[in-house]
C-alpha cells in the first residue's frame, strides 16, 4: 500500500515541474476552488493518461455520477454505493438509467474493491472525457493502473473524501463544473497562487505567551500567455484593531509562465508581522491575500484570492484552528494504515521554558456503522526529538525519513479509551501522566496512536483540520510539520492535510507539582523481572496499565484490579530491556515507573 504523503515544495527560485497543474471546481460558487489531487501520470508506464505536465494539457466539463449497477454498500470507512465504484461496465447510457448520461461528462466514482485502471476504463468506455475519483477513506492516495490502465487515455484524478462528499452534495441539487490539468497559456491574462504554497501562521492555535507573528509571502504564477504586471497584497484583520497588517507589492511584471517569490528574504517580500510577545489580543485572525493584474482583468479568478484563519488563545497550542471555545476543529479523518499509526505535531520554540505541558485534546474517529468506535483506546506520548540534523535538506531527508527519527526519548505519556460511539467526530482530552516544564528550543513530538476497537478491527482515527495547508511554511522553513508513523515507517505527514487536529493544553510552570496534579505512588519488585512483576500502589481501585518501550510503542494494554492494591503483570514475553508503566485509576490519579526485563 503506498503512503501518501506531503512533498518538498519549491518556492523560492523557481515554480516546480507541475506548478500550473489544478484540480479545480468551476461551479457552482458555493464549492468553487481548487482541490487537493493526484493524477494519473503516465510517466510510470502504467497508464496512458494525457501528461499534465505539458502546458495547456486540460479538460473542462460537467460532472456525471458513474452507476454499474451493482447492488449494495461498500464496506469502506464511507460506506458509498458500489453501484457508484465502476467496477463493470457503466449502465449511464441505458434505459436502466436515461437521466445520468455519461457522453461528454467528467465521470466522478468512488475507490473501492477494483483495480484504478479498471475503472478508469469502464467510464471511458462510456463517454466520459475525464474521470474524478473520490478516496473512500481521507486525502487522495497515488494511483497505479493495473492490467487497464495502458488502455485509459483519458485524465484520471483522485480527490479527497471530504471534498468528494461536497461535490456530490451539490450535484444532487444541480450540475456541477470541473476543471482538470494543465492550464498555462489556457487564457490570456491569468495570474494566480497555489494553496499549498502560501505562508500561514505557524499555528492554527497560537499561545498569546509564546507567539510573536510571523512574515507573509506567497509564490505568484502567471499562468496566462500575455505578460502582465501583477500586484499582491496580504491583509491580516484580528480582534479589534491593534493587530490588523497590511502590506503590498507591485506592480511588478511576470513574464508568462514565469513566476514571482514573495517570501522573507527575497528581492520582493512583504513586511514582517511581528507586534512583540504579549501583544496580539485572544481572539480569531484572518489571513488574506489578494492578486491582481495592474490594469486588466484576470479571466480566472478561481485562484486570485486566498483566505485562512487562526486563533490567538491562552492556554491551547495547535496545528489546527480553534473553536470559540479554544478546542480543536476537525474535519477530515485520513486513514491509510494496515497496522500502526501515530499522527503528531511537532514543537520547538524559543521560548517554550515559559509554559508546561498538560495533557492533550484530539478527535477520536471512525464511521461508527461499519467500525465500532466504543472501546477504542488511544495513547499520548509526548517526545523529545533528539536526532541531529538540522532542516530537510539534509541528506535523505525526504518524504520518508525514518533515519531521522531514532532518538526520540519519551517524556511522559497518557491513555484515552472512548466510551461510545457517539464520541467520534467529537473533541476528547486527556491530561498526561506527569505534566512538565517545556524547554527552550527542544524539538517535541506530541503523538496520539489510535491502537484498536475491542472487536479486533483497527479502522480508526484522528481528526485534522483541512482549512489549514502548511504546504508553503514547509517549502520554506524546511522544517516536519505533521509527522506520521505509519506500518514502521515516518512520513512528512499526509498529502494536502497537513494541521493534526491535536491541541497541547498548557500551563504555568509554577503549577507542576500541585495537589490537583499529583500522582499517586507506583513501585514493581522484582525490578529486573524475567517473567513477573507485581506492582505496588499507594491508592485502590480498578485502573488502566499502559506498557510501552522507549521508543514509545506500546506493547502491553490491560484494566487492572488494584482493590487491593497491588496486581501481577506478566512480562515473560516481552523482549529484553527497560519498559515504562503507566498506571491511571479509576479517580483519574496517574503513576509512572520502569521496569527492566532480563
Request: proline share 5%; with cysteine; aromatic share 10%.
Amino acid at each position: 500500500m503506498r503512503k501518501v504523503i506531503l512533498s518538498l515544495a519549491v518556492l523560492v527560485l523557481s515554480a516546480s515541474a507541475i506548478a500550473q497543474v489544478s484540480c479545480t471546481v468551476l461551479s457552482p460558487g458555493s464549492i468553487a476552488g481548487n482541490l487537493v489531487f493526484e493524477w494519473a501520470d503516465p510517466a510510470g508506464g502504467d497508464w496512458a493518461t494525457p501528461d499534465f505536465t505539458v502546458p495547456n494539457t486540460n479538460v473542462q466539463g460537467f460532472l456525471a455520477l458513474a452507476e454499474d449497477g451493482t447492488a449494495g454498500t461498500a464496506t469502506t470507512p464511507d460506506a458509498h454505493l458500489l453501484t457508484n465504484e465502476a467496477c463493470s461496465a457503466l449502465i449511464n447510457n441505458t434505459d436502466m438509467n436515461p437521466n445520468n448520461d455519461m457522453t461528454g461528462k467528467i465521470a466522478i466514482l468512488y475507490r473501492g474493491t477494483c483495480q484504478f485502471g479498471t475503472k478508469a476504463l469502464n467510464a471511458q468506455n462510456a463517454g466520459a472525457i475525464a474521470v474524478v475519483m473520490i478516496n473512500h477513506s481521507g486525502d487522495p492516495v497515488g494511483m497505479a493502473g493495473g492490467n487497464d490502465g495502458t488502455s485509459v487515455t483519458i485524465p484520471v484524478v483522485m480527490i479527497s473524501t471530504m471534498d468528494g462528499e461536497a461535490i456530490l452534495n451539490e450535484l444532487a441539487n444541480g450540475p456541477v463544473e470541473m476543471f482538470l490539468g494543465n492550464k498555462q497559456n489556457l487564457h490570456v491574462n491569468d495570474m494566480g497562487g497555489k494553496d499549498d504554497e502560501y505562508i500561514v501562521s505557524d499555528f492554527g492555535g497560537a499561545h498569546s505567551a509564546i507567539y510573536d507573528g510571523f512574515t507573509p509571502g506567497l509564490q505568484v504564477y502567471n499562468f496566462g500567455s500575455a505578460d502582465n504586471a501583477v500586484i499582491v497584497t496580504a491583509t491580516i484583520d484580528g480582534p479589534g484593531t491593534s493587530a490588523d497588517y497590511t502590506s503590498s507589492i507591485g506592480p511588478i511584471t511576470i513574464l508568462s509562465g514565469d513566476t514571482l517569490s514573495i517570501f522573507d528574504g527575497n528581492p520582493e517580500s512583504f513586511n514582517a508581522w511581528n507586534l512583540g510577545i504579549g501583544n496580539y489580543p485572544a481572539g480569531e485572525y484572518t489571513l488574506t491575500y489578494d492578486v491582481v493584474i495592474d490594469g486588466v482583468s484576470d479571466d480566472d479568478i478561481v485562484d486570485n484570492n486566498y483566505v485562512s484563519t487562526f486563533w490567538v488563545n491562552n492556554e491551547v497550542i495547535s496545528l489546527s484552528n480553534l473553536d470559540g471555545s479554544n478546542m480543536p476543529v476537525a474535519n477530515t479523518y485520513p486513514f491509510n494504515s494496515d497496522s500502526e499509526y501515530k499522527a503528531c505535531m511537532m514543537f520547538q520554540e524559543a521560548n517554550a521554558s515559559t509554559l508546561a505541558a498538560r495533557g492533550l485534546y484530539f478527535v477520536p474517529y471512525s464511521d461508527t456503522t461499519t467500525y465500532p468506535l466504543e472501546g477504542a483506546e488511544y495513547i499520548f506520548y509526548a517526545y523529545e526529538w533528539n536526532d541531529t540534523w538540522v532542516d530537510v535538506t539534509n541528506p535523505g531527508f525526504t518524504s520518508s525519513f525514518s533515519e531521522y527519527v531514532t532518538d526520540l526519548s519519551l517524556v511522559t505519556a497518557a491513555s484515552y479509551v472512548v466510551n461510545t460511539n457517539n464520541e467520534a467526530g467529537t473533541v476528547r482530552y486527556s491530561d498526561f501522566d506527569n505534566p512538565f516544564i517545556l524547554v527552550d528550543n527542544q524539538r517535541y513530538l506530541f503523538c496520539i496512536e489510535p491502537t484498536g476497537v475491542a472487536n479486533g478491527v483497527n479502522e480508526i482515527s484522528i481528526g485534522y483540520d483541512k482549512t489549514i495547508d502548511y504546504g508553503g511554511n514547509y517549502g520554506i522553513y524546511l522544517q516536519p510539520i505533521s509527522p506520521v508513523f505509519v506500518d514502521a515507517t515516518w512520513y512528512t505527514g499526509w498529502s494536502g492535510t497537513s494541521a493534526p487536529s491535536i491541541g497541547l493544553r498548557t500551563m504555568s510552570p509554577a503549577s507542576v507539582g500541585l495537589a490537583e496534579l499529583a500522582n499517586f505512588s507506583a513501585t514493581a519488585y522484582p525490578n529486573p523481572a524475567k517473567d513477573a512483576v507485581k506492582v505496588s500502589v499507594s491508592d485502590k481501585g480498578m485502573g488502566t496499565l499502559v506498557v510501552t518501550d522507549l521508543a514509545g510503542k506500546a506493547v502491553y494494554t490491560s484494566n487492572v484490579d488494584l482493590t487491593s492494591g497491588n496486581t501481577t503483570v506478566n512480562i515473560a514475553s516481552f523482549e529484553s530491556g527497560m519498559y515504562i508503566f503507566n498506571v491511571t485509576m479509576e479517580n483519574g490519579a496517574k503513576a509512572q515507573f520502569n521496569v527492566v526485563k532480563n
